[in-house]
Antibody, heavy 118, light 107 residues
Framework: EVQLVESGGALVQSGGSLRLSCAAS????????MSWVRQVPGKGLEWVAN????????YSVDSVRGRFTISRDNAKNSLYLQMNSLRPDDTAVYYC???????????WGQGTLVTVSS | DIQMTQSPSTLSASVGDRVTITCRAS??????LAWYQQKPGTAPKFLIF???TLQSGVPSRFSGSGSGTEFTLTITSLQPDDFATYYC?????????FGQGTKLEIK
């Protein structure tokens, strides 16, 4: 059974940093692109960043580029999101998601809440 | 960026009804479109990819169609478990944008 378990969400002050983690199991992690998708409570979904199977390609949405860094450790079956210079509008539930053959998301974690106070 | 617009934003229906949700893209995305279902407090669930292909395990009362800029998600014979919010998502280019969501509520 595919499982994705996020951790690391917290309350942080504006300008602070946070590192999210996602532990994957139930599939061959190194064979899949992986992504972070966020959702402001009560609002819609927004793709944040994704990373190729071997970590050699990474992409992110304009609003986080230069502040957030996606990475992975295939030996540990783990995905990460380093978030720096956090802003109140980064407040959201952050989901780890597995990419299907194309860039859809076929499995999602339960999400971890990041709250940035001003 | 490609903008995705869903309509309606809210849809009221009864158990047993047939409903259709529309998703429009700001430019052609061929059939690079997915649909998701989300219930309050839970992660989205993957339903459909390539506009019309059902993910394994998704009930056959769900169907998707369309290409280019206009797409639909249809649910026939609504069941109580289907009342949720539905999102479309384009994966034609790297911005991978979602629609704003359609909340399907019980009439």
């Amino acid at each position: 059974e595919v499982q994705l378990v996020e951790s690391g969400g917290a309350l942080v002050q504006s300008g602070g940093s946070l590192r999210l983690s996602c532990a994957a199991s139930g599939f061959t992690f190194s064979n899949y692109w992986m992504s972070w998708v966020r959702q402001v409570p009560g609002k819609g979904l927004e793709w944040v960043a994704n990373i190729k199977e071997d970590g050699d390609e990474k992409y992110s949405v304009d609003s986080v580029r230069g502040r957030f860094t996606i990475s992975r450790d295939n030996a540990k079956n783990s995905l990460y999101l380093q978030m720096n210079s956090l802003r109140p509008d980064d407040t959201a539930v952050y989901y780890c998601a597995r990419n299907g053959y194309k860039s859809w998301y076929d499995y999602w974690g339960q999400g971890t809440l990041v709250t940035v106070s001003s | 960026d490609i903008q995705m617009t869903q309509s309606p934003s809210t849809l009221s229906a009864s158990v047993g009804d047939r409903v259709t949700i529309t998703c429009r893209a700001s430019q052609s995305i061929s059939t690079w479109l997915a649909w998701y279902q989300q219930k309050p407090g839970t992660a989205p669930k993957f339903l459909i990819f390539e506009a019309s292909t059902l993910q394994s395990g998704v009930p056959s009362r769900f169907s998707g169609s369309g290409s280019g800029t206009e797409f639909t998600l249809t649910i026939t014979s609504l069941q109580p478990d289907d009342f949720a919010t539905y999102y479309c998502q384009q994966y034609y280019n790297y911005s991978y944008t979602f629609g704003q969501g359609t909340k399907l509520e019980i009439k």
